[in-house]
Nanobody
Framework: QVQLVESGGGLVQAGGSLRLSCAAS????????MGWFRQAPGKEREYVAA????????YYAESVKGRFTISRDNAKNTVYLQMNSLKPEDTADYYC????????????????????WGQGTQVTVSS
């Protein structure tokens, strides 16, 4: 049974930084592309970033490119999202997801290839 557990959310002022972590268990971590999505109140869940199994390929939504960095530590079965220059519009619940493909490029939360999800961690950016 795949388990994804996010941590690191919180309240931060605009311009600040946060680092989210997602610890994975119950899967062969290196067989999975890992991703981050977010969902703001009243909005649909949206793609933020993804990283291939070997970390050689990373993908970002245009809205976070240049500010957020996704990384992974395969020895620790953990994926990270470093968020810098945060804006109030980054306020959302952030979810970790796993796709059972080493190089998956799908960027829709409704895509069933993103088959495992964490419970989310809340990020609030104050202006």
């Amino acid at each position: 049974q795949v388990q994804l557990v996010e941590s690191g959310g919180g309240l931060v002022q605009a311009g600040g930084s946060l680092r989210l972590s997602c610890a994975a268990s119950g899967l062969t971590f290196t067989a999975y592309t890992m991703g981050w999505f977010r969902q703001a109140p009243g909005k649909e869940r949206e793609y933020v970033a993804a990283i291939s199994w070997s970390a050689t390929r990373t993908y970002y939504a245009e809205s976070v490119k240049g500010r957020f960095t996704i990384s992974r530590d395969n020895a620790k079965n953990t994926v990270y999202l470093q968020m810098n220059s945060l804006k109030p519009e980054d306020t959302a619940d952030y979810y970790c997801a796993a796709a059972s493909s080493p190089y998956y490029t799908g960027n829709s939360a409704s895509d069933t290839r993103w088959g495992s999800w964490g419970q989310g961690t809340q990020v609030t950016v104050s202006s």
